[in-house]
């Protein structure tokens, strides 16, 4: 692990390109980094890093951002420092801890889909379960999304969900039969019912059974549906099925599948 780096020192090697950066986690005080740089800095630092960033030839493997605060415009700065280059912004996206709110929320969804390419992963953090602002943020997030669902996270990481989050969810996730892009959906459901519903309705998503066109419309990307407790068993066994089918890249060929098993 390298030494912590001071910010006019990282700028420095990010402005150059330097390419023995490929993956930097930032952390407030006291913390260690588990990435190739680590660095303790404050948000109008990491402002500036973001805009560094920006400017680069290629992008982050990954940005791991670790702040044990941020205002209710951070997120809203830092998504504009990637406007007028947004395929800059690093590959996988961890914003920590870092506060989202609707505004926050809207203004990241709308770079990732400026991006020329999908994200490969965005994980989501709540700083705590009761922040309902943290709630509207991932739900103007999913709304962007659900709008470009092609350029949507390969890999979305809740680690709350929240119930309000279903809707724009499915609609994100509907409809995306000829896409090759995989698209896996990591949410921590400790709730048993919440659990059992949040399955109940991915099924219906990848299958619905409504009728035979929204049979054939129906999700064929989603292949990863994974909760923080392993040991959790599958509540709806069809699901399980569904993502399976959903491996063959022949989409085609799975929603005609979908079609003769269902009608």
Not at 73 to 88: G, H, R
Not at 117 to 145: C, I, K, M, R
Request: hydrophobic content about 35%; some cysteine.
């Amino acid at each position: 692990m390298s030494e912590p780096f001071q910010d006019e020192d990282l700028l420095r090697l990010i402005e150059a390109n330097d390419p023995n950066i490929n993956a930097l986690t930032i952390r407030s005080a006291n913390n260690v980094g588990i990435r190739i740089f680590d660095i303790e800095i404050g948000p109008r630092g990491l402002l500036r890093i973001a805009r560094a960033l920006a400017r680069r030839d290629s992008p982050l493997d990954s940005l791991s951002l670790e702040l044990s605060s941020s205002s209710d415009t951070f997120l809203v700065e830092f998504a504009t420092a990637f406007w007028e280059n947004p395929d800059s912004l690093p590959n996988e996206l961890i914003p920590g801890e870092i506060h989202i709110c609707e505004a926050g929320g809207r203004a990241l969804g709308t770079v990732l889909v400026r991006r020329g390419t999908p994200l490969e992963y965005l994980f989501l953090h709540a700083q705590n379960e009761g922040d309902h602002s943290w709630v509207l943020g991932v739900v103007a997030l999913l709304q962007v999304l659900g709008d470009n669902p092609s350029k949507s996270p390969k890999k979305l990481f809740l680690d709350v969900f929240h119930n309000d989050f279903m809707e724009p969810m499915e609609r994100l996730l509907q409809n995306q039969m000829c896409s090759q892009e995989v698209l896996g959906v990591l949410c921590n459901i400790q709730d048993t019912e919440d659990r059992s519903n949040f399955q109940r309705r991915m099924t219906s998503v990848c299958c619905n059974e409504t009728s035979i066109s929204t049979t054939y419309n129906s999700n064929h990307t989603l292949i990863r549906l994974t909760y923080a407790y392993p040991q959790l068993t599958y509540a709806c066994p069809q699901l399980k099925h569904y993502l399976t089918m959903n491996g063959n890249p022949d989409k085609k060929k799975v929603a005609c599948i979908k079609v003769y098993d269902t009608h």
